[in-house]
């Protein structure tokens, strides 16, 4: 026999929000954000498969999680983005909304100790160098050399960002200042010093490069206490060493944010900092990890870390760089894969013009 939770599910596919409403009013103890057991499915997600906007932008409006994920770990948004013809008002609908609610879930958290906790808890334990990766006391990859090719590309974008300093015949002979928090294997410092030194060249400039790094964790710091290098190294939570950079009023042209253990919160905190230590004609880029598993709550994410540089003054655009980590010798070292897709969006941010 078919459950009234079955029944509200096949009426969600393709019936009128007005036959929808007449359920809801004969059905006064139903609950429309319940979920199959066997399938995880809902309202809202069947709304979505079967294209039926006007149900699904209810179902939204009366609180039905976006988020709600069925057993392939599936949400509305993403069977939104399946569906054929394409239909780009809906998908924009629900990312709209997801935004919206989570600005305002972040806008309400109270400042929680649970992720300090975290990172603390991984900056205490030992992480393990082998040739290939930074690996931490869970036998999670903290960075692996895979992520090489996109390290070069951020670093190459926040060098492309020079020419807005150093174009046009300037007679800007100061310092290039480049800062990058968390060293980790230390691969975007060497691709931020070939690539501003190569764009340098092209420009025809001898300015020096003056390369910042932020670290946290006591043994990255012993890897770079034994390694020859030239970098200015604040060696404590960014969380810390920022104020103590603000104070003593230095700005950079380039700025990379790629840390571990730490949440969207932390990230956001973050970015409130960039006016007060990018120049006016620098470049901001961050590694854009979130959500690697669900396309939607990434592009949720995306949306989200955009709007919020877009209130502290800054333009952010995401480049389509292709990758490929598919064979599974690249996990070998780690207990579990944290990218699986093909293509990875680079976020790159300067001040409006
Ligand atoms: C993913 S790795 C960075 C990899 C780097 N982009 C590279 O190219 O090799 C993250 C680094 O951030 C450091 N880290 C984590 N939390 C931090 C914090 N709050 N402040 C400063 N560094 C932190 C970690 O110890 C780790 O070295």
Redesign the pocket.
């Known amino acids: 026999m078919t459950s009234v939770l079955e029944k509200f599910i096949q009426l969600c596919r393709s019936t009128s929000l007005k036959d929808i409403q007449i359920f809801e009013h004969e059905h006064p103890d139903f609950d429309i954000v319940d979920q199959l057991e066997s399938t995880g499915e809902n309202g809202l997600i069947s709304a979505a498969k079967g294209n039926n906007f006007e149900v699904l932008k209810h179902l939204l409006k009366q609180g039905s999680p976006w988020n709600a994920i069925d057993r392939e770990g599936k949400c509305c948004g993403n069977y939104a983005m399946e569906l054929t013809p394409y239909n780009q008002e809906m998908v924009d609908y629900i990312t709209n909304h997801a935004v919206q609610c989570e600005l305002l879930l972040l806008a309400l958290k109270q400042p929680s100790n649970v992720h300090e906790q975290t990172?603390e808890k991984?900056?205490s334990e030992n992480?393990r160098y082998t040739e290939k990766s930074?690996i931490d006391g869970e036998k999670d990859g903290?960075?692996m050399d895979w992520?090489t090719p996109l390290?070069r590309v951020h670093a190459s974008v926040l060098a492309n960002g020079l020419e807005k300093r150093l174009g046009e015949n300037s007679g800007d002979d100061e310092a290039v200042r480049v800062l990058?928090?968390?060293?980790?294997?230390?691969?975007?410092?060497e691709?931020l010093k070939e690539e501003i030194a190569s764009k340098l060249t092209e420009l025809g400039k001898q300015n020096e490069i003056e390369q910042h790094i932020?670290?946290?964790?006591p043994e990255?710091l012993n890897r770079l206490k034994n390694i020859d290098h030239n970098f200015t190294v604040h060696g404590?939570?960014?969380?810390e060493?920022i104020p103590e950079i603000i104070e003593k009023g230095v700005k950079y042209d380039c700025i990379?944010f790629?840390?571990?253990?730490?949440y969207d919160h932390?990230f956001y905190e973050f970015l409130e900092f960039l006016p007060k230590i990018l120049n006016k004609s620098g470049s901001f880029s961050y590694?854009n990890g979130n959500c690697p598993d669900n396309i939607f709550f990434h592009g949720v994410a995306c949306q989200i870390a955009k709007l919020k540089l877009a209130k502290l003054g800054l333009e952010t655009d995401f480049l389509s760089v292709e990758i490929d980590v598919d064979d599974e010798k690249t996990w070998e070292e780690v207990k579990r894969r944290y990218w699986h897709r093909k293509e990875y969006f680079l976020p790159i941010s300067s001040f409006h013009e």
């Open positions: 990172n991984y900056l992480v930074l903290v960075m992520e390290m990058n928090v968390g060293y980790g294997m230390g691969i975007v410092d691709c932020i670290e946290a964790h990255v404590k939570r960014w969380q060493s990379f790629d840390t571990y253990a730490e932390d590694f």
